[in-house]
């Protein structure tokens, strides 16, 4: 096995072990409770919420109110079940902080390494099953979400309904990368310890910590809060959804997106590096 990861050169077997370890994580992840839990988190609250709603009187209906509201409010779903700290970041890094370091307590890592596996295989394996999970569960509620409000305001079908498609895809994608940064921070803080609940205590307090950090900093040249993943939907989805309104002056969505990529890539690579320098075995 070769743990050196200044060596750029892909082994002829390299990748296998990627698809069996994130397999293994997702099918472990369905046998455990928090499978459960995670499904009446992303599933079932939303239905209940929506069912809420329901109660409340539509005055306008149409093709154009029911898009706009549509995005509206699967805008401000999103940023309130998914992606605030309290409860969706915190939530998040219940489910997949100790992903790790369960690993290294349980002595099931160093079973792994003892095969012709590398330690990237098993960062990007635990990466890939975690974000599949999250795709699973997240699909459906989010085009309820947005489908359900087509339907209360009285959208022309089908028309409203397949035009829209390409918009709810490409927002489902961005809540995913928002969601991948915090799985990539996640996965990098269980590669220090190793024990589950120091890793899980430390996950939540450093998102504690960025949050607190995101209520006082503001970038002055655009007004997009870089800490805040709250601003990133509101930079980039009215761009992807033609009736919310745009930021004034309008961020460069590009460079938005390259920091997400990039910030997802060094929480991986800093987690591959940790685990090189750990006598697992």
Same mark, same amino acid.
């Given at each position: 096995m070769n743990n050196n990861f200044l060596d750029f050169k892909i082994p002829e077997n390299y990748g296998k072990g990627i698809i069996i370890i994130a397999s293994d994580t997702f099918k472990s992840f369905l046998r455990e409770k928090r499978f459960y839990i995670s499904f009446a988190y992303y599933f079932v609250l939303p239905l209940f919420l929506l069912f809420?709603?329901?109660?409340?009187?539509?005055?306008? !209906?149409?093709? =154009?109110?029911?898009?706009?509201?549509?995005?509206? *409010? !699967?805008? *401000?779903?999103?940023? !309130?079940?998914?992606?605030?700290?309290?409860? =969706?970041?915190?939530?998040?890094?219940?489910?997949?902080?100790?992903?790790?370091?369960?690993?290294?307590? *349980?002595?099931?890592?160093?079973?792994?390494?003892?095969?012709? !596996?590398?330690?990237s295989e098993i960062v990007l394996g635990k990466f890939f099953g975690l974000v599949s999970i999250l795709a699973i569960l997240q699909i459906p509620s989010l085009s309820f979400v947005y489908y359900y409000n087509l339907i209360r305001y009285d959208a022309e079908f089908p028309f409203a309904f397949y035009t829209s498609l390409d918009e709810v895809v490409v927002m489902f994608i961005l809540i995913l990368l928002l969601q991948s940064m915090i799985i990539g921070l996640t996965l990098m803080i269980s590669s220090i310890f190793d024990r589950s609940l120091y890793a899980i205590l430390t996950s939540i307090l450093s998102l504690f910590i960025i949050s607190s950090i995101s209520n006082n900093q503001t970038n002055l040249e655009d007004g997009i809060n870089y800490f805040n993943l709250g601003d990133y939907i509101d930079a980039i989805l009215p761009a992807i959804f033609f009736n919310l309104n745009k930021l004034d002056p309008e961020p460069n969505i590009t460079l938005l997106l390259f920091l997400v990529l990039f910030l997802i890539s060094l929480f991986l690579v800093f987690t591959n590096i940790i685990l090189n320098r750990k006598e697992l075995f």
């Open positions: 809420l709603q329901s109660a409340e009187l539509v005055v306008q !209906t149409g093709t =154009g109110i029911a898009i706009y509201y549509a995005q509206l *409010n !699967t805008a *401000n779903f999103v940023k !309130t079940l998914f992606l605030t700290l309290f409860p =969706g970041q915190i939530f998040l890094a219940i489910l997949c902080s100790d992903q790790i370091a369960s690993g290294i307590e *349980n002595d099931t890592l160093s079973l792994i390494l003892s095969k012709p !596996t590398y330690h």
